[in-house]
Protein backbone atom coordinates (compact mmCIF):
# COMPACT_ATOMS: atom_id res chain seq x y z
CA UNK A 1 0.00 0.00 0.00
CA UNK A 2 1.23 3.52 -0.66
CA UNK A 3 -1.65 5.29 0.08
CA UNK A 4 -4.24 5.38 2.16
CA UNK A 5 -7.93 5.43 1.41
CA UNK A 6 -9.78 7.71 3.65
CA UNK A 7 -13.63 7.36 4.81
CA UNK A 8 -15.13 10.69 6.36
CA UNK A 9 -17.57 10.09 8.92
CA UNK A 10 -19.59 13.26 9.50
CA UNK A 11 -18.53 16.01 7.03
CA UNK A 12 -20.20 18.77 8.79
CA UNK A 13 -18.20 21.87 9.78
CA UNK A 14 -14.84 19.99 11.21
CA UNK A 15 -15.39 16.86 8.46
CA UNK A 16 -15.68 19.26 5.83
CA UNK A 17 -12.34 20.98 6.11
CA UNK A 18 -10.92 17.29 6.61
CA UNK A 19 -12.43 16.33 3.05
CA UNK A 20 -10.83 19.67 1.53
CA UNK A 21 -7.48 19.22 2.78
CA UNK A 22 -7.18 15.73 1.52
CA UNK A 23 -9.02 17.02 -1.59
CA UNK A 24 -6.23 19.73 -1.68
CA UNK A 25 -4.14 17.24 -1.54
CA UNK A 26 -2.17 18.67 1.68
CA UNK A 27 -2.21 15.13 2.81
CA UNK A 28 0.73 13.67 0.32
CA UNK A 29 -0.07 9.85 0.79
CA UNK A 30 -4.19 10.63 1.38
CA UNK A 31 -7.09 10.17 -0.38
CA UNK A 32 -10.43 11.20 0.03
CA UNK A 33 -12.35 8.33 -1.74
CA UNK A 34 -15.61 7.62 0.59
CA UNK A 35 -17.62 10.18 2.93
CA UNK A 36 -20.67 9.57 5.01
CA UNK A 37 -23.24 11.85 6.51
CA UNK A 38 -27.17 11.74 7.64
CA UNK A 39 -28.08 15.34 6.25
CA UNK A 40 -28.11 14.77 2.40
CA UNK A 41 -27.30 18.69 2.53
CA UNK A 42 -23.80 17.92 3.66
CA UNK A 43 -22.71 15.27 0.95
CA UNK A 44 -23.74 18.16 -2.07
CA UNK A 45 -20.46 19.62 -1.07
CA UNK A 46 -18.31 16.92 -2.38
CA UNK A 47 -20.76 15.30 -5.74
CA UNK A 48 -17.25 13.71 -7.02
CA UNK A 49 -16.86 11.35 -4.10
CA UNK A 50 -18.78 8.00 -2.97
CA UNK A 51 -21.30 8.98 -0.67
CA UNK A 52 -23.06 7.08 2.23
CA UNK A 53 -26.17 8.11 4.41
CA UNK A 54 -25.26 6.64 7.57
CA UNK A 55 -21.39 6.16 9.12
CA UNK A 56 -21.83 2.73 9.50
CA UNK A 57 -23.01 1.79 6.24
CA UNK A 58 -19.41 3.32 5.25
CA UNK A 59 -18.20 0.99 7.68
CA UNK A 60 -20.01 -2.22 5.70
CA UNK A 61 -18.26 -1.44 2.62
CA UNK A 62 -14.63 -2.46 1.86
CA UNK A 63 -12.98 0.87 -0.03
CA UNK A 64 -11.38 2.44 2.49
CA UNK A 65 -8.36 1.66 4.40
CA UNK A 66 -8.53 4.40 7.06
CA UNK A 67 -11.97 6.36 9.18
CA UNK A 68 -12.08 9.50 10.28
CA UNK A 69 -14.86 10.02 12.27
CA UNK A 70 -15.85 13.72 12.49
CA UNK A 71 -19.61 13.22 14.33
CA UNK A 72 -21.12 14.50 17.45
CA UNK A 73 -19.47 13.19 20.49
CA UNK A 74 -21.51 9.87 21.17
CA UNK A 75 -20.98 8.42 17.94
CA UNK A 76 -17.27 8.45 18.28
CA UNK A 77 -17.62 5.58 20.69
CA UNK A 78 -20.08 3.27 18.64
CA UNK A 79 -18.45 4.36 15.37
CA UNK A 80 -15.36 4.17 16.45
CA UNK A 81 -15.72 1.01 18.37
CA UNK A 82 -17.24 -0.40 14.93
CA UNK A 83 -14.51 0.68 12.75
CA UNK A 84 -11.79 -0.90 14.86
CA UNK A 85 -13.35 -3.95 14.95
CA UNK A 86 -13.79 -4.20 11.45
CA UNK A 87 -10.29 -3.81 11.20
CA UNK A 88 -9.67 0.14 9.75
CA UNK A 89 -7.74 2.32 10.62
CA UNK A 90 -9.37 4.86 12.60
CA UNK A 91 -8.51 8.83 13.42
CA UNK A 92 -11.29 10.56 15.96
CA UNK A 93 -11.99 13.79 16.08
CA UNK A 94 -11.81 14.99 20.01
CA UNK A 95 -13.11 14.58 22.90
CA UNK A 96 -12.53 10.59 21.40
CA UNK A 97 -16.32 10.04 23.72
CA UNK A 98 -17.98 11.96 25.81
CA UNK A 99 -17.44 9.87 29.35
CA UNK A 100 -14.50 8.01 30.64
CA UNK A 101 -16.90 4.54 30.44
CA UNK A 102 -17.18 5.28 26.77
CA UNK A 103 -13.76 5.37 26.41
CA UNK A 104 -12.62 2.16 27.95
CA UNK A 105 -15.49 0.53 25.37
CA UNK A 106 -12.71 2.10 22.47
CA UNK A 107 -9.65 1.24 24.50
CA UNK A 108 -11.11 -2.10 24.70
CA UNK A 109 -12.29 -2.55 21.25
CA UNK A 110 -8.51 -1.11 20.23
CA UNK A 111 -6.42 -3.68 23.12
CA UNK A 112 -8.80 -6.69 20.90
CA UNK A 113 -8.20 -4.88 17.38
CA UNK A 114 -8.19 -8.27 14.75
CA UNK A 115 -4.87 -6.96 12.61
CA UNK A 116 -2.44 -5.75 14.87
CA UNK A 117 -0.87 -3.39 12.52
CA UNK A 118 -4.20 -1.20 13.16
CA UNK A 119 -3.13 2.53 13.84
CA UNK A 120 -5.74 4.44 16.25
CA UNK A 121 -5.02 8.52 16.78
CA UNK A 122 -7.05 11.35 18.11
CA UNK A 123 -7.01 14.79 16.48
CA UNK A 124 -5.38 16.24 19.09
CA UNK A 125 -4.48 18.85 16.33
CA UNK A 126 -2.62 21.75 19.09
CA UNK A 127 0.35 19.00 19.61
CA UNK A 128 1.65 20.19 16.71
CA UNK A 129 2.02 23.41 18.43
CA UNK A 130 5.57 24.09 18.97
CA UNK A 131 4.99 26.37 21.89
CA UNK A 132 3.57 23.47 23.50
CA UNK A 133 6.45 21.21 22.59
CA UNK A 134 8.89 23.54 23.62
CA UNK A 135 7.43 23.89 27.18
CA UNK A 136 6.46 20.01 27.75
CA UNK A 137 10.25 19.49 26.81
CA UNK A 138 10.93 22.17 29.66
CA UNK A 139 8.66 21.26 32.22
CA UNK A 140 9.16 16.83 31.14
CA UNK A 141 12.88 17.33 30.53
CA UNK A 142 13.91 18.86 33.76
CA UNK A 143 14.69 22.56 32.75
CA UNK A 144 12.31 24.34 35.12
CA UNK A 145 12.67 21.62 37.83
CA UNK A 146 9.82 20.55 39.54
CA UNK A 147 6.63 22.35 38.80
CA UNK A 148 5.26 23.72 42.02
CA UNK A 149 2.28 25.71 40.54
CA UNK A 150 0.08 25.91 37.10
CA UNK A 151 -2.21 28.89 36.08
CA UNK A 152 -3.94 28.24 32.86
CA UNK A 153 -6.66 30.73 31.95
CA UNK A 154 -8.03 29.76 28.25
CA UNK A 155 -10.76 31.60 28.16
CA UNK A 156 -10.45 32.52 24.22
CA UNK A 157 -13.13 29.79 22.97
CA UNK A 158 -15.43 32.65 23.01
CA UNK A 159 -19.00 30.73 21.19
CA UNK A 160 -22.12 33.29 20.54
CA UNK A 161 -25.51 31.80 20.93
CA UNK A 162 -25.99 31.25 17.11
CA UNK A 163 -23.37 28.91 17.19
CA UNK A 164 -25.29 27.10 20.33
CA UNK A 165 -27.75 27.26 18.17
CA UNK A 166 -26.61 26.52 14.61
CA UNK A 167 -26.37 22.44 15.58
CA UNK A 168 -29.48 20.10 17.61
CA UNK A 169 -26.57 18.47 19.70
CA UNK A 170 -24.63 21.41 20.41
CA UNK A 171 -24.76 21.93 24.44
CA UNK A 172 -27.12 19.67 25.62
CA UNK A 173 -26.40 16.51 27.78
CA UNK A 174 -27.90 14.22 24.82
CA UNK A 175 -26.50 15.75 21.95
CA UNK A 176 -22.50 17.08 23.14
CA UNK A 177 -22.40 15.83 27.23
CA UNK A 178 -20.91 18.69 27.81
CA UNK A 179 -20.10 21.84 26.93
CA UNK A 180 -17.05 23.98 26.71
CA UNK A 181 -15.18 21.11 28.59
CA UNK A 182 -16.47 18.62 26.21
CA UNK A 183 -16.42 20.36 22.50
CA UNK A 184 -13.64 23.67 22.75
CA UNK A 185 -11.15 22.77 25.97
CA UNK A 186 -10.49 19.39 25.19
CA UNK A 187 -7.25 20.86 23.00
CA UNK A 188 -6.19 22.64 26.45
CA UNK A 189 -7.04 19.56 29.19
CA UNK A 190 -5.21 17.17 26.39
CA UNK A 191 -2.28 19.40 26.86
CA UNK A 192 -2.33 19.76 30.16
CA UNK A 193 -2.44 16.30 31.07
CA UNK A 194 0.45 15.59 28.21
CA UNK A 195 3.03 18.72 29.76
CA UNK A 196 2.13 17.91 33.66
CA UNK A 197 0.26 14.28 34.03
CA UNK A 198 -3.07 13.65 36.04
CA UNK A 199 -2.97 15.38 38.94
CA UNK A 200 -4.67 13.03 42.12
CA UNK A 201 -7.45 15.02 43.31
CA UNK A 202 -9.82 17.81 41.09
CA UNK A 203 -12.56 20.40 42.70
CA UNK A 204 -14.24 22.45 40.26
CA UNK A 205 -16.95 24.76 39.88
CA UNK A 206 -18.52 24.80 36.42
CA UNK A 207 -21.35 27.17 35.80
CA UNK A 208 -24.19 26.16 33.32
CA UNK A 209 -25.29 28.57 31.02
CA UNK A 210 -23.67 31.51 32.93
CA UNK A 211 -23.65 33.45 29.43
CA UNK A 212 -25.77 31.26 26.75
CA UNK A 213 -28.95 29.56 26.88
CA UNK A 214 -27.56 26.25 27.30
CA UNK A 215 -28.03 23.82 29.41
CA UNK A 216 -24.14 22.83 29.64
CA UNK A 217 -21.20 24.25 31.70
CA UNK A 218 -20.04 27.96 29.85
CA UNK A 219 -17.40 28.66 32.51
CA UNK A 220 -15.33 27.01 34.62
CA UNK A 221 -12.84 27.22 37.33
CA UNK A 222 -11.17 24.35 39.03
CA UNK A 223 -8.79 23.50 41.02
CA UNK A 224 -6.12 20.44 40.48
CA UNK A 225 -3.53 18.81 43.25
CA UNK A 226 -0.86 16.39 42.73
CA UNK A 227 0.84 14.01 45.28
CA UNK A 228 3.82 15.96 45.74
CA UNK A 229 1.84 18.84 46.57
CA UNK A 230 1.71 20.74 43.08
CA UNK A 231 -1.43 22.57 42.57
CA UNK A 232 -2.95 24.18 39.47
CA UNK A 233 -5.92 26.68 38.54
CA UNK A 234 -7.60 25.89 35.14
CA UNK A 235 -9.82 28.52 34.09
CA UNK A 236 -12.06 28.39 31.11
CA UNK A 237 -15.21 30.12 29.61
CA UNK A 238 -16.76 30.32 25.82
CA UNK A 239 -18.51 33.48 27.36
CA UNK A 240 -15.57 36.30 27.91
CA UNK A 241 -15.05 38.89 25.28
CA UNK A 242 -11.70 39.54 24.98
CA UNK A 243 -10.52 36.28 25.88
CA UNK A 244 -7.36 35.28 27.47
CA UNK A 245 -5.03 32.26 27.10
CA UNK A 246 -2.12 32.77 29.66
CA UNK A 247 -0.01 29.42 31.25
CA UNK A 248 1.72 30.45 33.72
CA UNK A 249 4.23 27.71 35.22
CA UNK A 250 6.15 28.42 39.01
CA UNK A 251 8.59 25.33 39.25
CA UNK A 252 12.09 25.54 41.37
CA UNK A 253 14.14 26.67 38.92
CA UNK A 254 11.81 29.49 37.49
CA UNK A 255 9.45 30.76 35.97
CA UNK A 256 7.98 29.74 32.57
CA UNK A 257 4.43 32.37 31.35
CA UNK A 258 3.00 31.26 27.90
CA UNK A 259 0.54 33.94 25.89
CA UNK A 260 0.63 35.87 22.86
CA UNK A 261 2.67 33.14 20.75
CA UNK A 262 5.27 34.44 23.32
CA UNK A 263 7.49 32.20 26.00
CA UNK A 264 8.93 33.99 28.54
CA UNK A 265 11.21 32.02 30.69
CA UNK A 266 13.00 33.15 33.69
CA UNK A 267 15.67 30.84 35.23
CA UNK A 268 16.82 31.08 38.42
CA UNK A 269 20.59 30.45 39.47
CA UNK A 270 19.47 28.91 42.86
CA UNK A 271 16.43 26.85 42.79
CA UNK A 272 13.64 28.64 45.18
CA UNK A 273 13.17 26.18 47.55
CA UNK A 274 17.19 25.48 48.07
CA UNK A 275 17.35 29.72 48.07
CA UNK A 276 15.06 29.78 50.83
CA UNK A 277 16.81 27.28 52.75
CA UNK A 278 19.99 28.34 52.35
CA UNK A 279 20.28 32.42 52.53
CA UNK A 280 21.01 34.32 55.10
CA UNK A 281 19.00 37.15 53.74
CA UNK A 282 15.71 38.05 55.21
CA UNK A 283 14.16 39.72 52.36
CA UNK A 284 16.54 38.59 49.19
CA UNK A 285 14.98 36.80 46.67
CA UNK A 286 17.45 34.23 44.18
CA UNK A 287 19.31 35.81 40.98
CA UNK A 288 17.68 35.20 37.83
CA UNK A 289 17.61 35.27 34.11
CA UNK A 290 15.12 36.20 31.87
CA UNK A 291 14.80 34.86 27.90
CA UNK A 292 11.89 35.80 25.54
CA UNK A 293 11.68 32.52 22.75
CA UNK A 294 9.37 32.95 19.75
CA UNK A 295 8.34 31.31 17.00
CA UNK A 296 7.21 31.12 13.34
CA UNK A 297 4.25 29.63 13.90
CA UNK A 298 1.47 27.31 15.94
CA UNK A 299 2.71 24.20 13.22
CA UNK A 300 0.87 21.64 11.16
CA UNK A 301 -2.06 21.75 13.18
CA UNK A 302 -4.78 19.16 11.47
CA UNK A 303 -3.25 18.39 8.81
CA UNK A 304 -0.16 17.68 10.86
CA UNK A 305 -2.28 15.35 12.68
CA UNK A 306 -3.41 13.80 9.27
CA UNK A 307 0.16 13.07 7.84
CA UNK A 308 1.54 11.85 10.86
CA UNK A 309 -1.58 9.26 10.94
CA UNK A 310 -0.69 8.34 7.45
CA UNK A 311 2.67 8.19 8.38
CA UNK A 312 1.62 5.68 11.40
CA UNK A 313 0.15 3.71 8.71
CA UNK A 314 2.38 3.56 6.09
CA UNK A 315 5.83 3.61 7.78
CA UNK A 316 4.63 2.59 11.37
CA UNK A 317 5.92 6.24 12.58
CA UNK A 318 5.26 6.73 16.35
CA UNK A 319 1.75 8.41 16.63
CA UNK A 320 1.52 12.57 17.90
CA UNK A 321 -1.97 12.04 19.08
CA UNK A 322 -2.26 8.33 20.29
CA UNK A 323 -6.37 7.76 20.36
CA UNK A 324 -5.64 5.59 23.70
CA UNK A 325 -4.43 8.79 25.48
CA UNK A 326 -7.46 10.95 24.89
CA UNK A 327 -9.07 9.09 27.95
CA UNK A 328 -7.28 11.45 29.89
CA UNK A 329 -8.59 14.76 28.86
CA UNK A 330 -12.03 13.09 28.89
CA UNK A 331 -11.52 12.29 32.65
CA UNK A 332 -9.95 15.19 33.67
CA UNK A 333 -13.39 16.88 32.25
CA UNK A 334 -15.54 14.29 33.73
CA UNK A 335 -14.00 15.03 36.86
CA UNK A 336 -14.43 18.52 36.52
CA UNK A 337 -18.33 18.80 35.95
CA UNK A 338 -18.58 15.76 38.49
CA UNK A 339 -17.20 18.44 41.38
CA UNK A 340 -18.94 20.95 40.55
CA UNK A 341 -22.79 18.68 40.27
CA UNK A 342 -22.02 17.03 43.92
CA UNK A 343 -19.89 20.11 45.25
CA UNK A 344 -16.98 17.68 46.32
CA UNK A 345 -13.32 17.10 45.46
CA UNK A 346 -12.69 14.40 43.31
CA UNK A 347 -10.17 11.66 43.90
CA UNK A 348 -8.60 10.62 41.12
CA UNK A 349 -9.01 8.20 39.59
CA UNK A 350 -12.37 8.88 38.62
CA UNK A 351 -14.82 6.21 38.94
CA UNK A 352 -16.33 5.79 35.29
CA UNK A 353 -19.44 4.23 35.98
CA UNK A 354 -21.10 6.37 38.81
CA UNK A 355 -20.20 9.98 36.10
CA UNK A 356 -21.82 7.63 33.80
CA UNK A 357 -25.27 7.34 35.75
CA UNK A 358 -24.81 10.98 36.54
CA UNK A 359 -24.70 12.03 32.99
CA UNK A 360 -27.54 9.53 32.96
CA UNK A 361 -29.62 11.26 35.23
CA UNK A 362 -28.85 14.99 33.20
CA UNK A 363 -29.86 13.97 30.07
CA UNK A 364 -33.06 12.74 31.61
CA UNK A 365 -33.62 14.84 33.41
CA UNK A 366 -33.13 18.03 30.65
CA UNK A 367 -35.95 20.29 30.20
CA UNK A 368 -34.07 22.10 27.45
CA UNK A 369 -36.18 21.78 24.16
CA UNK A 370 -33.85 23.26 21.71
CA UNK A 371 -35.25 25.50 18.74
CA UNK A 372 -34.70 23.63 15.46
CA UNK A 373 -30.98 24.11 13.90
CA UNK A 374 -30.70 27.05 12.55
CA UNK A 375 -28.34 26.87 8.84
CA UNK A 376 -24.65 27.69 9.71
CA UNK A 377 -22.89 29.43 6.84
CA UNK A 378 -21.54 26.84 4.65
CA UNK A 379 -18.02 25.52 5.88
CA UNK A 380 -16.45 26.16 2.48
CA UNK A 381 -17.03 29.67 3.45
CA UNK A 382 -16.62 29.27 6.98
CA UNK A 383 -13.13 30.82 8.50
CA UNK A 384 -12.18 27.78 9.85
CA UNK A 385 -9.21 28.95 12.01
CA UNK A 386 -11.72 31.34 13.84
CA UNK A 387 -12.99 28.46 15.20
CA UNK A 388 -9.86 26.75 16.07
CA UNK A 389 -8.94 29.30 18.65
CA UNK A 390 -5.13 29.72 16.19
N1 LIG B 1 -10.13 19.46 16.01
C1 LIG B 1 -10.78 20.61 15.96
O1 LIG B 1 -10.17 21.68 15.92
C2 LIG B 1 -12.28 20.62 15.91
C3 LIG B 1 -12.98 21.79 15.57
C4 LIG B 1 -14.37 21.73 15.48
C5 LIG B 1 -15.05 20.54 15.77
N2 LIG B 1 -14.32 19.44 16.14
C6 LIG B 1 -14.99 18.16 16.46
O2 LIG B 1 -15.52 17.62 15.26
C7 LIG B 1 -16.70 16.88 15.55
C8 LIG B 1 -17.84 17.41 14.70
O3 LIG B 1 -18.07 18.76 15.03
P1 LIG B 1 -18.69 19.76 13.96
O4 LIG B 1 -18.58 21.12 14.52
O5 LIG B 1 -18.13 19.47 12.61
O6 LIG B 1 -20.24 19.29 14.00
P2 LIG B 1 -21.32 19.43 12.85
O7 LIG B 1 -22.64 19.29 13.49
O8 LIG B 1 -21.05 20.65 12.02
O9 LIG B 1 -21.04 18.15 11.91
C9 LIG B 1 -21.30 16.84 12.30
C10 LIG B 1 -21.87 16.09 11.10
O10 LIG B 1 -21.99 14.70 11.43
C11 LIG B 1 -23.16 14.21 10.79
N3 LIG B 1 -23.53 12.96 11.46
C12 LIG B 1 -24.01 12.81 12.71
N4 LIG B 1 -24.13 11.50 13.01
C13 LIG B 1 -23.72 10.82 11.91
C14 LIG B 1 -23.61 9.46 11.58
N5 LIG B 1 -23.91 8.50 12.46
N6 LIG B 1 -23.17 9.10 10.34
C15 LIG B 1 -22.84 10.06 9.45
N7 LIG B 1 -22.91 11.39 9.72
C16 LIG B 1 -23.35 11.75 10.92
C17 LIG B 1 -24.15 15.34 10.93
O11 LIG B 1 -25.20 15.24 9.98
C18 LIG B 1 -23.26 16.57 10.71
O12 LIG B 1 -23.25 16.98 9.35
C19 LIG B 1 -16.92 17.02 17.05
O13 LIG B 1 -16.31 15.94 17.69
C20 LIG B 1 -16.17 18.29 17.41
O14 LIG B 1 -15.77 18.33 18.75
C21 LIG B 1 -12.98 19.46 16.18
Known amino acids: MDKVRFGIIGVGNMGH ?130 VRRINWIISNWFRSEAYYASGGWRATWAGEGGGVLLNQCPHNI ?20 RYHKIEVEDDVTAYFEYPNGTTAVFIT ?19 LVYEKNQIVLTKNEIPMTEFSRTTTQSFATPKNETTTLTLPDNGSQHVGILNNF ?26 MLFS ?35 ATAPAATTDLSKSFNL
Not at 321 to 329: D, K, L, R, T, W
Not at 358 to 370: A, C, D, E, F
Open 310 to 335: VEAILDGKPLLAPAVEGIHSVELANA
Open 237 to 255: STGEAPGTNRLEITAENGK
Open 190 to 209: DLYQWIFGMPARVRAFCSLG
Open 340 to 374: SLKQKTIEMPLDAKAYARTLKGLIKNSKLVKPAAQ
Open 17 to 146: GHAKWLLEGKVARGELVAIADRNPEKLKAFPHIKSYADGKQLLRNRDVDAVLVATPHYDHTTLGVAALQRGFHVLLEKPISVHKADCEKLLAAYAQRPKPTQVFSAMFNQRTDPFYQKIRELVRGGELGE
